[in-house]
């Protein structure tokens, strides 16, 4: 991806991270594409099927697992975090501590969802808006998918740690399992079976464990054992696991601001009708395959800028992310003009229903405004968690919640106009790309001062 500006005369503080942040950023990338990919995978056997109501259950009932499954990435995101710095001090013990830690949190977490799944379930599609029917397919696709809530939170922790000590293979090795397993079960389950809904969420979770066994053996082949008896001895220290809680907590609320920011617009699509959120639900599976595959350059930027941190490297911040925002917005104008350009060749593999292709098509030309502020979004939103800054990141995710989606959602509805239900969509980007931008330039402006006065 990079690769090719390695021959170009760069200043040193370029080319020194360009090897290590190509290769990161393209397992980064595979691994981070896991979810996306299990839901373009539901969709494009559910969109086969004669009745179209398949789809549009499994598209409402996916709004849940937003929550409880992408809300809950700030696992991955916190672990990186704090195991890049603790790589770039060199302390083995820290290492151990942020996957143990976070692991013991994940699975508390997952026994907890398991436990309240009914009462979850309920109070879910009590709030979803949808016919009984679309419904009844949502919660046959909810009771299946719900049992790889360990397996995924676990998963979660374990790229985190390992994208965090840089440990490539083992990210792509899982993500492989993962996708490769979700597909071959969907084929069986769907096509074969007969299962439709119930098998597309079976499928998934299945998936999930087979991806999580092989994770597992990577932290047997790759653990400092000789650290271990001392870590074990301190992974219940309080004052490690308060500092802990509130950047995972904090990043926490930013997933909870972006999910809600989705499933607000997915719900309200729900409540215009089943073809118009049959529709919506295709371009989002777009928008989320391209913001997943930016969030991979994401992730690398917060590793890296973690590594520079933990050794005081800091001039090499800003360089990381230009590069980091160059590739992003490259990467979001393919999945855009490819979109764009050949619309009925994308919607055939996703559905055979030609009136709701049609009806997506004539949306298509949001996809451009979308991926390009969510693309200096998502950069940005690494590049802060990276510094440990997750209060700033926190406080950008609600205001673009508040100040750039519900207005225009709340016109949107009122007005039954998916146009502008997409607008609230565009501008809630924009908000969160806009108030990050502000706050990294704080961020930099005090580090410049700080360096002054010394």
């Keep these: 991806m990079i690769s090719s500006s390695l021959s170009l005369p760069l200043p040193p503080r370029y080319s020194s991270f360009l090897p290590r942040f190509s290769k990161l950023a393209t ?97 879910g599609f009590a709030i979803l808006s949808g016919s009984p029917d679309i419904e009844a397919f949502g919660i046959d696709y909810f009771n299946a998918r719900i049992w790889g809530a360990p397996a995924v939170l676990l998963n979660f922790v374990l790229i985190g740690w390992f994208l965090g000590q840089e440990k490539s293979a083992l990210v792509l090795a ?125 992730l690398t930027t917060q590793t890296l800028v973690g590594n520079f941190k933990g050794k005081g490297e800091t001039e090499q911040m800003m360089p990381l992310l230009n590069v980091s925002m160059l590739t992003s917005l490259v990467l979001a104008l393919i999945f855009a003009f490819t979109s764009i350009l050949f619309p009925e060749t994308i919607f055939s593999v996703l559905t055979s229903h030609g009136d709701v292709s049609e009806s997506a098509i004539a949306y298509m030309t949001w996809l451009l405004p979308i991926l390009i502020c969510g693309a200096g979004a998502f950069i940005l939103e690494g590049y802060v968690i990276g510094l440990k800054e997750s209060a700033k990141l926190r406080n950008s995710a609600l205001t673009a919640l508040g100040l750039g989606l519900v207005p225009m959602a709340l016109v949107a509805w009122h007005l039954q106009s998916n146009n502008l239900l997409w607008l609230s969509l565009t501008l809630y980007m924009a908000t969160l790309a806009i108030s990050l931008g502000v706050k990294i330039f704080e961020i930099q402006s005090n580090q410049n001062l700080a360096l002054q006065n010394e």
């Design 27 to 123: 397992v980064s990338i595979f691994s981070n594409m896991m979810v996306p990919l299990a839901g373009i995978c539901d969709t494009a056997f559910l969109g086969h099927l004669a009745d179209i109501r398949h789809l549009a259950g499994v598209i409402l009932g996916g709004i849940l697992f937003d929550y409880l499954y992408r809300i809950l990435k700030f696992f991955r995101n916190g672990t990186n975090a704090l195991t890049a710095q603790a790589v770039g001090q060199d302390d083995h013990k820290q290492i151990l501590l942020a996957g143990l830690r976070s692991a013991l949190v994940a699975l508390a977490i997952a026994a907890v969802i398991l436990i309240l799944q009914y009462p979850i379930q309920k109070f």
């Design 174 to 298: 899982i993500s492989l399992v993962g996708n490769g397993s979700n597909a071959l079960l969907d084929y069986l389950m769907i096509n074969q079976w007969g299962w439709s809904s119930m098998g597309a969420g079976l499928a998934t979770a299945v998936s999930q464990y087979l991806a999580l066994l092989v994770a597992l053996i990577g932290v047997v082949v790759t653990i400092n054992w000789k650290v271990l008896p001392t870590a074990l001895q301190e992974v219940f220290d309080w004052q490690a696991f308060k500092s802990t809680i509130v950047l995972k907590g904090n990043i926490l609320i930013r997933y909870i601001a972006l999910i809600t920011a989705y499933s607000i617009f997915t719900n309200l699509s729900a409540g215009m009708g089943t073809e118009v959120v049959a529709a919506n639900g295709l371009l989002l599976q777009i928008i989320l395959l391209s913001q997943f595959t930016v969030n991979g350059i994401g």
